[in-house]
């Protein structure tokens, strides 16, 4: 009965779109389809909710309907923001923003939509000429001197899916008070409001200029152009899995002074579909198959790929054995915020006044090697926009350095606000030049932090609920561990407990202090005797609660790795058995 109530609800919103002047053509014939059609899957998937434009912007499937992206929910999205900024900055003479876009499939039609959409607002818009980095839009921001920007993107998701990312004046994605407010503007347009017929006259068309601008900035991040210059050769194979990444990364390896750069063909061809990965996310070892071949081929040193939008990167090196194996995101946050410390040091370029960032769920070996370099660390809630309003509270007082999350995200720069694969890749090449440099390997500089600073290891476990059912029982696995948090994990006394939640911080003892955050989130964290770490957060944007283990260990030399991590694994599965994970 439910159901058929549903199917009613959604046939009666989809006959306003097949029947309503404001839609075009080919949406109502979509919409029509679904109607007619016996399955009523699709149609119920595309209206039963509104796609809901929420901090972190839009993202969703692409298609006709209420809860698809298409050009009425971007063109919605856009005028809601368009009418927040001309309310916020009611007094200027002009307002600008930046409009970007990636590789996707409808990315350039959703981009220049917006573009009109603005314009016909009466606000000026820097529109890319071609799909473009999202570090690079956040630069453009600053650049230009915008209120706002948006990107046109779904990161790594998988083909079918897009996506919309609104930026503030830092070049940041938007945070309080402003996201709520543009959040209750775009609830508030109909698709009768929305203003798609825009004003030529102020979408100025950009791309070189702003291109070279930000890779002349990037370069400025090299610490060590000598090494660079003794290891030219360095043999770097890079992937951009066909998104944006081409436009710019081996531009800027070669300005660093890399003459030995191998790009996988395949994938240096601007394709929304993805053709040759199952899942275009550098997380993942399959999407790297292409780019791990080409190195096997001709014995290169190391291995990167970005993601569609060229903020992600991931990387793969050599072991001790020879072996090509993947470096995990807590490992890529450590190993660049290692370099970047120790060699700003050995190079006298510490004003002594540095700070790093960290996101709460990263691995603590990073705190260990700020401490021992006596360099301030900072940890914020998960999500660059976190990492962006720590540098904006420091700026003028302090030097940001460097900062990541475990989710393959990194950003070495100030004059970019949002994670960047772009200066990443670069500095990965120094990086890999600079161990070149003294006859060692990526790996080898892993295997050295770990001997210094001691061993982690970090595993994310999803567990994956689906629908309202799996909604209401991941509320229920929150709330439980709310008031009931663990007493011991893997046979190890819970020390401390964190809970975001209520801002609360609780000791051994009973012992209750504030926590330092910027608002409540649902996250919780337990610290045991034996340094283990572990993070309980719903996700945002799946139906899944993820669990973030990190269990310490220790490794006298380089060759005791393999042992300290099995040790670590075996303690891994006891915690996930005391959290009944198994």
Same mark, same amino acid.
């Given at each position: 009965?439910e159901?058929?109530?549903?199917?009613k609800?959604?046939?009666?919103?989809?006959?306003?779109?097949?029947?309503?002047?404001?839609?075009?053509?080919?949406?109502?014939?979509?919409?029509?389809?679904?109607?007619?059609?016996?399955?009523?899957?699709?149609?119920?998937?595309?209206?039963?909710?509104?796609?809901?434009? @929420?901090?972190?912007? $839009?993202?969703? #499937?692409? %298609?006709?309907g209420?809860? =698809?992206?298409?050009?009425?929910? +971007?063109?919605?999205?856009?005028?809601?923001?368009?009418?927040?900024?001309?309310?916020?900055?009611?007094?200027?003479?002009?307002?600008?923003?930046?409009?970007?876009?990636?590789?996707?499939n409808?990315?350039?039609?959703?981009?220049?939509?917006?573009?009109?959409?603005?314009?016909?607002?009466?606000?000026?818009?820097?529109?890319?000429?071609?799909m473009?980095?999202?570090?690079?839009?956040?630069?453009?921001?600053?650049?230009?001197?915008?209120?706002?920007?948006?990107?046109?993107?779904?990161?790594?998701?998988?083909?079918?899916?897009?996506?919309?990312?609104?930026?503030?004046?830092?070049?940041?994605?938007?945070?309080?008070?402003?996201?709520?407010?543009?959040?209750?503007?775009?609830?508030?347009?109909a698709?009768?409001?929305i203003?798609?017929? @825009?004003?030529?006259? $102020?979408?100025? #068309?950009? %791309?070189?200029e702003?291109? =070279?601008?930000?890779?002349?900035? +990037?370069?400025?991040?090299?610490?060590?152009?000598?090494?660079?210059?003794?290891?030219?050769?360095?043999?770097?194979?890079?992937?951009?899995?066909?998104?944006?990444?081409?436009?710019?990364?081996?531009?800027?390896?070669?300005?660093?002074?890399?003459?030995?750069?191998?790009?996988?063909p395949?994938?240096?061809?601007?394709?929304?579909?993805?053709?040759?990965?199952?899942?275009?996310?550098?997380?993942?070892?399959?999407?790297?198959?292409?780019?791990?071949?080409?190195?096997?081929?001709?014995?290169?040193?190391?291995?990167?790929?970005s993601?569609?939008?060229?903020?992600?990167v991931?990387?793969?090196?050599?072991?001790?054995?020879?072996?090509?194996?993947?470096?995990?995101?807590?490992q890529?946050?450590?190993?660049?915020?290692y370099?970047?410390?120790?060699?700003?040091?050995?190079?006298?370029?510490?004003?002594?006044?540095?700070?790093?960032?960290?996101?709460?769920?990263?691995?603590?070996?990073?705190?260990?090697?700020?401490?021992?370099?006596?360099?301030?660390?900072?940890?914020?809630?998960?999500?660059?926009?976190?990492?962006?309003?720590?540098?904006?509270?420091?700026?003028?007082?302090?030097?940001?350095?460097?900062?990541?999350?475990?989710?393959?995200?990194?950003?070495?720069?100030?004059?970019?606000?949002?994670?960047?694969?772009v200066?990443?890749?670069?500095?990965?090449?120094?990086?890999?030049?600079?161990?070149?440099?003294?006859?060692?390997?990526?790996?080898?500089?892993?295997?050295?932090?770990?001997?210094?600073?001691?061993?982690?290891l970090?595993?994310?476990?999803?567990?994956?609920?689906?629908?309202?059912?799996?909604?209401?029982?991941?509320?229920?696995?929150?709330?439980?561990?709310?008031?009931?948090?663990?007493?011991?994990l893997?046979?190890?006394?819970v020390?401390?407990?964190?809970?975001?939640?209520?801002?609360?911080?609780?000791?051994?003892?009973?012992?209750?202090?504030?926590?330092?955050?910027?608002?409540?989130?649902?996250?919780?964290?337990?610290?045991?005797?034996?340094?283990?770490?572990v993070?309980?957060?719903?996700?945002?944007?799946?139906?899944?609660?993820?669990?973030?283990?990190?269990?310490?260990?220790?490794?006298?030399?380089?060759?005791?790795?393999?042992?300290?991590?099995?040790?670590?694994?075996?303690?891994?599965?006891?915690?996930?058995?005391?959290?009944?994970l198994d």
């Open positions: 009965m159901n058929q109530e549903l199917i609800q959604c046939e009666a919103k989809a006959r306003e779109w097949m029947t309503s002047p404001l839609y075009d053509a080919h949406t109502q014939e979509e919409v029509k389809s679904m109607v007619e059609s016996e399955d009523k899957t699709a149609l119920i998937d595309a209206f039963y909710r509104t796609l809901e434009f @929420g901090t972190g912007g $839009l993202r969703g #499937i692409m %298609g006709a209420t809860n =698809r992206m298409n050009i009425y929910t +971007v063109g919605a999205a856009t005028q809601g923001l368009s009418n927040y900024l001309n309310k916020c900055f009611a007094g200027r003479d002009e307002i600008s923003v930046v409009v970007g876009h990636d590789c996707r409808n990315s350039r039609l959703f981009a220049e939509t917006a573009a009109n959409i603005f314009s016909a607002n009466g606000i000026k818009v820097y529109l890319f000429d071609d473009r980095p999202t570090p690079e839009m956040s630069f453009a921001i600053r650049h230009f001197g915008c209120q706002s920007g948006i990107i046109l993107t779904a990161s790594h998701n998988p083909k079918e899916y897009n996506g919309y990312k609104a930026y503030w004046d830092d070049g940041a994605q938007v945070l309080a008070p402003h996201d709520k407010g543009i959040i209750d503007e775009v609830n508030k347009v698709v009768a409001d203003k798609f017929t @825009g004003n030529p006259a $102020l979408i100025t #068309i950009v %791309g070189e702003v291109d =070279r601008a930000y890779l002349e900035q +990037v370069h400025t991040l090299s610490i060590d152009p000598e090494c660079i210059r003794r290891q030219k050769d360095l043999k770097i194979v890079y992937t951009p899995i066909h998104g944006t990444g081409m436009a710019l990364i081996p531009r800027s390896l070669a300005l660093w002074g890399f003459e030995n750069v191998h790009c996988v395949e994938q240096m061809v601007k394709d929304g579909n993805f053709p040759t990965v199952v899942s275009p996310n550098p997380e993942n070892a399959e999407a790297l198959t292409l780019a791990l071949k080409l190195a096997k081929e001709i014995d290169a040193d190391i291995v990167m790929a993601d569609p939008d060229a903020d992600r991931g990387m793969a090196c050599k072991d001790d054995k020879g072996d090509w194996v993947l470096i995990d995101g807590n890529t946050c450590m190993i660049f915020l370099y970047i410390i120790m060699n700003r040091k050995a190079q006298g370029k510490m004003q002594g006044n540095e700070f790093v960032v960290k996101t709460i769920v990263t691995t603590e070996l990073i705190k260990a090697i700020a401490d021992k370099n006596g360099i301030k660390m900072y940890d914020c809630y998960t999500g660059f926009k976190w990492i962006a309003r720590q540098i904006r509270l420091n700026e003028g007082k302090m030097q940001y350095i460097g900062g990541g999350e475990e989710s393959y995200g990194f950003l070495a720069e100030d004059f970019v606000r949002d994670k960047d694969a200066s990443a890749c670069s500095l990965l090449a120094e990086i890999c030049a600079w161990a070149k440099d003294q006859g060692k390997t990526l790996y080898d500089i892993l295997m050295g932090i770990y001997v210094e600073y001691g061993y982690a970090n595993k994310t476990i999803n567990v994956v609920k689906p629908g309202k059912s799996g909604a209401d029982e991941i509320k229920a696995m929150m709330d439980r561990f709310h008031a009931e948090p663990p007493r011991e893997a046979g190890s006394k020390v401390c407990v964190k809970d975001y939640a209520t801002l609360k911080q609780t000791d051994a003892e009973g012992h209750v202090s504030d926590l330092d955050m910027p608002e409540p989130s649902n996250v919780i964290q337990w610290y045991t005797e034996d340094g283990t770490k993070s309980v957060r719903p996700s945002g944007t799946e139906p899944k609660i993820k669990f973030y283990i990190e269990v310490k260990g220790e490794m006298g030399c380089p060759k005791c790795y393999a042992s300290a991590h099995a040790v670590a694994l075996e303690k891994v599965e006891a915690v996930k058995q005391s959290l009944g």
